[in-house]
């Protein structure tokens, strides 16, 4: 599984980081940081995470 | 204190001034001179760039949590209510509520209810466009913000006068008299929740494939909400979702009064809908500040800022900041940077897809059924600061089909 997050939309809202916790965190400035492959495991939350994100930013792919 | 020089520089605004307009000339010189202000409720942060960053700032969390106590309700079922809020929560027990709320509100479940949404508008615009006039908020605005709600939880959609009157009287709590108000409130509030568990129980014995029984199916692992918190879960439906969305389609057509041809465009390309909602929400929020508190002493951009500080982000003024948006133009069919108008970070809009989807199809309908809108005199707003809209506002038009 990839996980792709498009910065130029991502606004740093972090609502990816509260579905997802594994997959996504917010550093101590605010700034998203996330795993780009992540274990096939956290495919139900990421795939939640591309739902909720207010901008519509995340990809995942296969 | 670096700051220190800046500070006393900073403009100042008494936002209790019933003089005071947030979306003034003085605020937007203001914002020329100084990324914030001061003011007696703490700071303002007027600019585009400060209040994208501050809105999620992690140490900042959302400031409305203490307003019951500021007014000396410390107890009792309002105060038990207001803390329940997801609003009000932080950390931990905030996302826990987010995370078992938000598949419900998900833009997969909200896109199979656009057809029930045009179905609305359209019936409501059948009822007044022959004539040629209407009062648009209490027969359009308040009747479709109220029934897309009443859509949502699954309830005839007739019965929505019940909502809009007892959160009428819920919203009393956001005024000065909130004291004298309690025993009414908590009245309302009695009445709501017995409404509420009524339609738990209702999906309890029998799921459907609604709203309602997407938060009464929620869990997660082994954690699922209690009875009490799919309750406030309702509640929250209804105070954050009625008055907000009600407040800016009325916000919504006083700016397409002002710019008819963008009124036109959007009759001609109805495709434009969502792009009006988001151009109207960045000149014109209805939530015109959103609030931060300081959870410590911390400095951002040589400004010290001490634990306990109040800082209110200006939506509209970031939202017209000719830093990122030039010179002042209202153009639906513009590309813009995201606005503010649902606020941000953690304690972003849970319903902004359903407020987004609802409005983009409303405006749409009407634009084309309502030909050159104009004021017909009589309006009535509420103040501009804090939660703003009309309570009136009559219009007339010229009917086409
Ligand atoms: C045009 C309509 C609406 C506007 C302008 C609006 C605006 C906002 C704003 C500004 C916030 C605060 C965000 C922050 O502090 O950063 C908020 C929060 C919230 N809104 Fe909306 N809203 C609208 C419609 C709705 C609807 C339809 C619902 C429910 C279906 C809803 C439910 C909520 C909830 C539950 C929160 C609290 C979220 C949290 O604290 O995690 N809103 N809204
Ligand atoms: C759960 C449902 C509700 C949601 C999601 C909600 C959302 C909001 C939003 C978006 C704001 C403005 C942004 C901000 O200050 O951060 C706000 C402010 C506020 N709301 Fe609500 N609202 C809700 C229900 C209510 C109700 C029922 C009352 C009154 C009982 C109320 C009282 C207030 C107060 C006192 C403020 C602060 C106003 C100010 O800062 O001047 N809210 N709420
Ligand atoms: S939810 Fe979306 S906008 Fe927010 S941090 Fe995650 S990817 Fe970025």
Redesign the interface.
Known sequence: MKVIVDLAKCQDHGQCAIAAPVVFQMDEEGKLVWDGSPDESQRLEAEEAADVCPVQAILIQD | MTGTAAVDAAPYFDVTDPSFSIKSAAVHEARERSWYARTNYGLAVLRYEEV??LL???KLRQGSAAWPAHNGITEGPFADWWASWVLNKEGEEH?RL??LM??A????LIGGLVPRFQALAGELIDGFRESGGCEFVSEFAEPYAARVIAIMLGIPESEWPVIARESATIGLAMGVTIRQDMPKIEAALANLYAYADELIADRRRGERDDFVSALVRAHRDSDSLSDTELRDGLLLLIFGGFDTTRNQLGLAMQTFMRHPDQWRLLAERPELGGKAVEEVMRVNPTVTWVTREAREDFTFQDLDIAAGTTVHLFSESAGTDPRVFGEYSFDIAADRK?HFG?G???H??LG?FVARSDMSEALPLLARRMRDPRPAGGEEWLPDSGNTGPVRLPITFTPAA
Do not use: I, L
């Open positions: 994208s960053r999620k700032h992690p996302h987010r995370r938000n598949p509100f998900s833009p997969k995201p649902f941000g970070g953690a972003h809009c902004h």
